[in-house]
């Protein structure tokens, strides 16, 4: 793993490339990584040179033109992909070739097999490659581990978990199937993860349902039942044709806990936190926190070698492989479904 610099007796900050400008690295990553101390928005690389210089200039970043120039540069130790999905594979594959840490937005590949590749380079270059899942650092999540662990709603029975929100405009790249668009890589992975996160272990599909968009083939919306090792079950739901929904709920023998904005609370955002008992509705209003900033700075973290980076790694590959999954289920269920319409349809010729 590469070290850092130290500048007057402190580690310098981690010098950071950005492939693409992207609206998630603009919106939130970006003004994140600015105000984070351990981090330092080197340079932005675009294919479109005007958005380079906007973009750079507002972060104080050297623009570049074109990704390659940006990865050849020895100046700098890591980069953040926020490209779309189908870009992320073979961008990370070259930023860590070129022996850059990668943080890389979710989902970070779009099959399994891309990402046990990524891993596996990753490791070969003692290099970090982290899956920017901000949610999984906002500390609301730990306080739902806490009340878990200490048995606040009793023996846990199930779970759901929910991320939705209204139509996308026509030109969105979510509606193009060629750069990894649709719901399932877009909102369903939210769900996916923080199941994994609650339930822990290996997760397993019972089964999973698709609902594709007939003009552009990308799947709009879904739900798929997980199983966790201990037979526990969770529901999740999600999609880009709903009202906004960014929720989940855990119920146990003796109550539930209910969590909304679970997956994308601003920093300002004080979470309020649900537990439901037979006798009593308790509501907890927790600390806000930066979940933005959080992720920059545990990946710089780990590039110092505060940590071990396989554990990021490993969380990678079984989300792609999760994620492929509840596709091949999806798959499955749809021409089960498809099969027993024929068995029903009249045949030609046949007797009404």
């Known amino acids: 793993m590469s070290a850092q610099p130290v500048v007057t007796g402190r580690v310098a900050p981690l010098r950071i490339g950005v492939l693409g400008c992207g609206g998630i690295a603009m919106r939130r990553m970006l003004p994140a990584m600015a105000r984070t101390p351990a981090v330092r ?4 690389a675009s294919r479109d ?3 380079a210089q906007t973009a750079a200039a507002r972060f104080g970043a050297d623009p570049v033109h074109g990704y390659e120039r940006l990865l050849e540069r020895d100046d700098i130790a890591a980069v953040y992909v926020p490209l779309p999905p189908a870009l992320h594979a073979p961008w990370t594959a070259r930023a860590l070739k070129a022996g850059k840490h990668a943080l890389v937005e979710k989902p970070m590949v779009t099959a399994a097999q891309e990402a046990r590749d990524l891993a596996g380079l990753a490791e070969e270059g003692r290099l970090v490659l982290m899956e920017s899942f901000m949610f999984l650092h906002h500390s609301q999540h730990a306080t739902v581990t806490a009340l878990l662990e200490r048995g606040e709603i009793g023996e846990l029975r199930g779970m759901t978990a929910e991320f939705g929100f209204p139509p996308l405009p026509a030109q969105d790249i979510r509606h193009r199937p060629e750069l990894g668009g649709g719901a399932l890589l877009d909102a369903g992975v939210y769900t996916l993860r923080v199941t994994q996160l609650l339930l822990g272990g290996a ?3 019972a089964g999973a349902t698709l609902a594709a968009d007939a003009a552009t083939g990308v799947d709009v919306g879904g739900d798929a039942l997980l199983r966790g090792d201990s037979g526990v079950t969770s529901h999740v739901s999600f999609g880009f044709r709903h009202s906004y929904r960014s929720a989940y709920t855990l119920w146990g023998s003796a109550g539930r806990i209910v969590l909304d904005r679970a997956f994308t609370p601003p920093p300002e955002h004080r979470p309020v936190l649900r537990v439901e008992r037979q006798d009593r509705v308790e509501e907890l209003t927790l600390p806000a926190d930066d979940q933005f900033a959080n992720i920059a700075a545990r990946f710089a973290a780990l590039v110092r070698g505060d940590g071990d980076p396989t554990t990021q790694r490993v969380a990678a ?5 999760l994620v492929d999954a509840v596709r091949t289920a999806a ?9 027993a319409r024929a068995a029903t349809r009249p045949r030609p010729g046949s007797p009404p």
């Open 203 to 205: 997760l397993s599909v």
């Open 49 to 51: 040179r005007a958005r």
């Open 41 to 44: 928005i080197a340079a932005v």
């Open 317 to 321: 590959v079984r989300q792609a492989e």
């Open 331 to 339: 798959v499955r269920q749809a021409e089960t479904v498809d099969a």
